[in-house]
């Protein structure tokens, strides 16, 4: 997320709401969450993992929970903050406040997860991260993205756009597809 009007209407959000999606309480975030977690493999240990876009944890949370080494990358403070009290017990867990794909830590990472992030990027940034990718993978890496289908005003393009454009990542095999009225999930590795 790059756009500064959105990043404050967030900050203002996360600063009067720990949970303004209802990540724990709404059924569609909880059955997102556990798509994507499955899609992680979480029965596979890996070494570091990257969050794209933590908001305020949920998601890091469950992937702590199968990964030595978390890095959660978050560009609105106040979830950031929420995220880093979350994660605080849990060893090998690091909360980036900062801007992907410029604050991304280095790689290389076994997973990358990106939910319902990408598509907020502003162009530049959008190209640098697709570009990015790859090389924040390790060899036989996996990268799951999941993105909210409907348009939105707030977002420059959609969860198609960006799904179509991972798909067409040199790089990167598509490994599977799961698709609901709500939300598109894929999963690519790299060989």
């Known amino acids: 997320m790059t756009d500064p009007e959105l990043l404050e209407l967030y900050e203002r959000r996360f600063s009067t709401d720990p949970?303004?999606?209802?990540?724990?309480?709404?059924?569609?975030?909880?059955a997102k969450r556990a798509a994507t977690v499955e899609a992680c493999e979480p029965r596979t240990r890996r070494r570091r993992t990257l969050e794209l876009g933590a908001a305020n944890g949920v998601l890091a949370e469950d992937l702590a929970a199968f990964?030595?080494?978390i890095?959660?990358?978050?560009?609105?403070e106040a979830a950031?903050?929420?995220a880093r009290d979350r994660l605080a017990g849990l060893p090998g867990a690091h909360v980036v406040h900062g801007l992907i794909p410029g604050d991304v830590p280095a790689g290389p990472y076994?997973?990358?997860?990106?939910?319902?992030?990408?598509?907020y990027l502003d162009q530049p940034s959008y190209t640098q991260t697709l570009?990015?990718?790859?090389?924040w993978l390790g060899e036989g890496g996996r990268l799951v993205a999941v993105h909210w289908r409907?348009?939105?005003?707030?977002?420059?393009?959609?969860a198609q756009d960006v799904h179509?454009?991972?798909r067409s990542l040199a790089a990167l095999v598509p490994v599977a597809a799961h698709a609901t009225d709500d939300y598109l999930l894929d999963i690519l590795e790299r060989p």
């Open 80 to 82: 950031a903050t929420l």
């Open 131 to 135: 570009a990015a990718l790859p090389s």
């Open 164 to 166: 179509d454009d991972l």
């Open 110 to 119: 076994d997973l990358v997860v990106a939910s319902e992030i990408l598509y």
């Open 19 to 30: 949970d303004p999606w209802g990540f724990e309480t709404s059924p569609y975030e909880q």
């Open 71 to 76: 890095f959660a990358i978050e560009a609105v």
């Open 150 to 158: 409907p348009a939105g005003p707030e977002r420059p393009r959609t």
């Open 67 to 69: 990964s030595d080494e």
